[in-house]
């Protein structure tokens, strides 16, 4: 990986490695965060194992189309039903909190308070976005968070409380991009719940097309 100086910039993102590592050093600024996600790069690092900030550009993007967005049979019915509502924007500071906590022990846990505070930051200068899945009691029951660049979104997290209530929370993340133009929901890593929700891999140039589009 290639070193960051205190100058505002960054390395080629085609010299990251065949697993995407790219850079490490810098900070969390907004104005270094925003200069990197407009260049497909993002920070990630487990906040126990690693003293300095690495960034990560993988070569090969898993993402969801918004008009793409698979909706499964038995997710439908949820939806149908009636039992939650959705907001964006709301809850920020209690999602992404939500978020870490459920992964904070773990020991490669990436979401510490250094992350947590520099995106509360980006989300107060309207750069990063919550949306919200609250149950029948008006208890928060999922959600995911993001920074919005441009007419895409880089998913950064999600969490459930109650069943599939992440994938209401994506679902509904989708269908707002379509209605505003929306182009791309960055999903960073592919998983299984992803990829049965319409994931699949774009390649890194075609990825930064349409992100400057």
């Known amino acids: 990986m290639i070193p960051l100086s205190e100058e505002l910039v960054f ?3 085609h010299l990251a490695n065949d697993e995407g590592w790219l850079a490490y050093g810098g900070d969390l600024s907004p104005e270094r965060l925003l200069l990197a996600y407009s ?3 993002f920070p990630w690092f487990g ?3 690693h003293e300095e900030i690495q960034w990560y550009c993988p070569m090969e993007r898993f993402v969801i189309f918004p008009n793409e967005i698979h909706i499964s049979h038995s997710m439908r019915t949820l939806i149908n039903k009636g039992t939650y ?3 964006v924007n709301q809850a920020f500071d209690d999602v992404i909190e939500y978020c870490a906590a459920l992964r904070f022990h773990e020991w490669g846990a990436w979401l510490g308070p ?3 505070k520099a995106y509360k930051l980006m ?3 309207g750069h990063a976005t919550s949306v919200e899945v609250w149950n029948s009691k008006s208890q928060l029951a999922g959600g995911l968070y993001g920074i919005t660049l441009k007419r895409c979104f880089f998913g950064e997290s999600m969490f459930s409380l109650e069943p599939n209530t992440s994938k209401l929370a994506l679902i509904a993340l989708a269908y707002t991009m379509q209605k505003n133009g929306g182009k791309l929901i ?3 890593f592919e998983t299984p719940h992803l990829r049965s929700m319409g994931g699949r891999y774009i390649p890194y140039d075609e990825y930064m097309a349409i992100l400057n589009a």
Do not use: A, E
Request: glycine letters at 4%; a negative charge; proline letters at 10%.
């Open 114 to 116: 250094q992350m947590i």
């Open 39 to 41: 260049q497909g790069i």
């Open 85 to 87: 509502s959705i907001t």
């Open 47 to 49: 906040f126990r194992m």
């Open 11 to 13: 390395p080629d993102p």
């Open 123 to 125: 989300h107060q200068l």
């Open 186 to 188: 960055d999903c960073q």
